[in-house]
């Protein structure tokens, strides 16, 4: 089982349901938790980064949050990921870059 199966399965399991819109919210409130992490681990700005214990935590809500997104709009994360990185294969083979030059 995928982890983006094991998410569905478990939002179903516990009638976690959501639109897409919240799940995307979602997503980005748990990305402002991530960089409140970030900020506390190099001490906002002043030190390197060091991660805290609760960085994988907040790493793993991202991960759920992305994964309820992806299933709540029917993608499949892993066909993604294999698209984008053919693209930027071919960015890179093409213009030496990954960037979309825009």
């Given at each position: 089982?995928?982890?983006q199966?094991k998410v569905?399965?478990f939002?179903?399991?516990?009638?976690l349901t959501?639109p897409?819109?919240?799940?995307?919210?979602?997503?980005?409130s748990e990305?402002g938790e991530?960089?409140?992490?970030?900020?506390r681990g190099?001490?906002?700005?002043?030190?390197d980064?060091a991660?805290s214990?609760?960085w994988a935590e907040?790493?793993?809500?991202?991960?759920f949050?992305?994964?309820?997104?992806?299933n709540s709009?029917?993608?499949?994360?892993?066909?993604?990921?294999e698209?984008?990185l053919?693209?930027?294969a071919a960015r890179?083979?093409?213009?030496g870059d990954?960037?979309?030059?825009?």
């Amino acid at each position: 089982m995928t982890d983006q199966e094991k998410v569905a399965a478990f939002v179903s399991a516990h009638n976690l349901t959501a639109p897409p819109t919240a799940r995307l919210l979602d997503l980005v409130s748990e990305i402002g938790e991530l960089a409140k992490e970030a900020l506390r681990g190099s001490e906002y700005g002043r030190a390197d980064f060091a991660p805290s214990p609760a960085w994988a935590e907040e790493l793993g809500d991202v991960y759920f949050a992305l994964l309820c997104l992806a299933n709540s709009t029917g993608v499949e994360l892993t066909t993604a990921l294999e698209q984008v990185l053919a693209k930027y294969a071919a960015r890179l083979s093409r213009h030496g870059d990954a960037g979309s030059g825009k």
